[in-house]
């Protein structure tokens, strides 16, 4: 008998801590969760700011991108674009609209950190939690159709097959000089558009991304699946923050924030400023970088 309540004791004791060392694994599952960029659940609200101050000397050297020779190279791009005094001059004055070099550069920066800090360190062989699209392709797909874009998608190694494991997709848009998002969550199988001027979605722009999305599927496309839905957005207040907004929305999204609770309006001058560092500093790093939120 002694020998059975000795076994039971056991068993017990090994109960216990079978169920201490799963709660133990949940929690520390809970505490990645929270610092993990692009949750595929719900867009929430940062634990603490996203648009933060700038040292004295990041805020000196991007304004002293305005005073550089016209012809000096300032920072290259992920892509390897030099930008220059006349790219600068777009998003460091306060009433300028940003061009597609400063936009693009960015955003590519963003794909870089995003998958990086994913643990995805080769996206050759590894599914990208995010892909970042320049400006000129959905240009291209507006003006000339959605068909026969995989070529360009695979040399972000992106295919049908794991097309639907990408977390985001994010895509700005530039038409009639104003900028807006577009953002496919495959994962979640929605759509957006985000435009800092209206709450409205550009029906136009989410009838072609869902032909693009079915023309990239093929036979993988069920429409009952995909919905477009609405991001909430602060509204900008003067005529030439579209393209600060577009990049503070796509970086929110990444981030798996939900933007309207994440920045104000007010926040776009220091942004400007913030992403004029990012693209001197090569990328999200040091006083630049992209903190767990």
């Given at each position: 008998m002694?020998?059975?309540?000795?076994?039971?004791?056991?068993?017990?004791?090994?109960?216990?801590?079978?169920?201490?060392?799963?709660?133990a694994?949940?929690?520390?599952?809970?505490?990645?969760?929270?610092?993990?960029?692009?949750?595929?659940?719900?867009?929430?609200?940062?634990?603490?700011?996203?648009?933060?101050?700038?040292?004295?000397?990041?805020?000196?050297?991007?304004?002293?991108?305005?005073?550089?020779?016209?012809?000096?190279?300032?920072?290259?791009?992920?892509?390897?674009?030099?930008?220059?005094?006349?790219?600068?001059?777009?998003?460091?004055?306060?009433?300028?609209?940003l061009?597609?070099?400063?936009?693009?550069?960015?955003?590519?920066?963003?794909?870089?950190?995003?998958?990086?800090?994913?643990?995805?360190?080769?996206?050759?062989?590894?599914?990208?939690?995010?892909?970042?699209?320049?400006?000129?392709?959905f240009?291209?797909?507006?003006?000339?159709?959605?068909?026969?874009?995989?070529?360009?998608?695979?040399?972000?190694?992106?295919?049908?097959?794991?097309f639907?494991?990408?977390?985001?997709?994010i895509?700005?848009?530039?038409?009639?000089?104003?900028?807006?998002?577009?953002?496919?969550?495959?994962?979640?199988?929605?759509?957006?558009?985000?435009?800092?001027?209206?709450?409205?979605?550009?029906?136009?722009?989410?009838?072609?991304?869902?032909?693009?999305?079915?023309?990239?599927?093929?036979?993988?496309?069920?429409?009952?699946?995909?919905?477009?839905v609405?991001?909430?957005?602060?509204?900008?207040?003067?005529?030439?923050?579209?393209?600060?907004?577009?990049?503070?929305n796509?970086?929110?999204?990444?981030?798996?924030?939900?933007?309207?609770?994440?920045?104000?309006?007010?926040?776009?001058?220091?942004?400007?400023?913030?992403?004029?560092?990012?693209?001197?500093?090569?990328?999200?790093?040091?006083?630049?970088?992209l903190?767990?939120?």
């Amino acid at each position: 008998m002694k020998y059975i309540k000795a076994a039971f004791s056991a068993s017990v004791d090994w109960v216990t801590s079978f169920y201490a060392y799963l709660s133990a694994g949940k929690q520390e599952a809970r505490r990645a969760d929270e610092h993990r960029p692009a949750s595929t659940g719900k867009l929430h609200a940062p634990k603490t700011q996203l648009i933060s101050p700038l040292p004295d000397a990041w805020i000196k050297r991007t304004r002293n991108t305005m005073s550089a020779p016209v012809d000096k190279t300032l920072a290259v791009t992920a892509d390897k674009t030099g930008l220059r005094h006349h790219d600068f001059a777009t998003v460091v004055p306060r009433t300028k609209w940003l061009n597609d070099e400063i936009v693009n550069g960015l955003l590519l920066w963003l794909d870089h950190a995003i998958n990086l800090a994913s643990g995805i360190t080769d996206v050759q062989t590894e599914t990208r939690k995010i892909l970042v699209q320049n400006s000129f392709f959905f240009q291209h797909i507006r003006d000339r159709g959605v068909r026969n874009t995989q070529r360009a998608l695979g040399r972000k190694c992106v295919r049908k097959a794991n097309f639907l494991d990408i977390d985001s997709i994010i895509m700005p848009v530039c038409e009639n000089k104003h900028w807006t998002l577009i953002v496919v969550r495959p994962q979640k199988r929605t759509m957006s558009h985000m435009d800092s001027l209206t709450d409205c979605a550009n029906e136009k722009y989410i009838s072609l991304i869902t032909a693009w999305i079915k023309d990239v599927l093929e036979e993988k496309f069920d429409k009952n699946e995909w919905k477009a839905v609405k991001i909430k957005t602060p509204r900008q207040t003067n005529s030439s923050d579209c393209g600060v907004h577009t990049i503070t929305n796509a970086m929110c999204v990444a981030l798996g924030f939900e933007p309207n609770q994440t920045y104000k309006a007010g926040d776009m001058p220091l942004q400007r400023l913030r992403i004029a560092s990012v693209l001197l500093h090569g990328g999200f790093k040091g006083e630049c970088s992209l903190h767990a939120h």
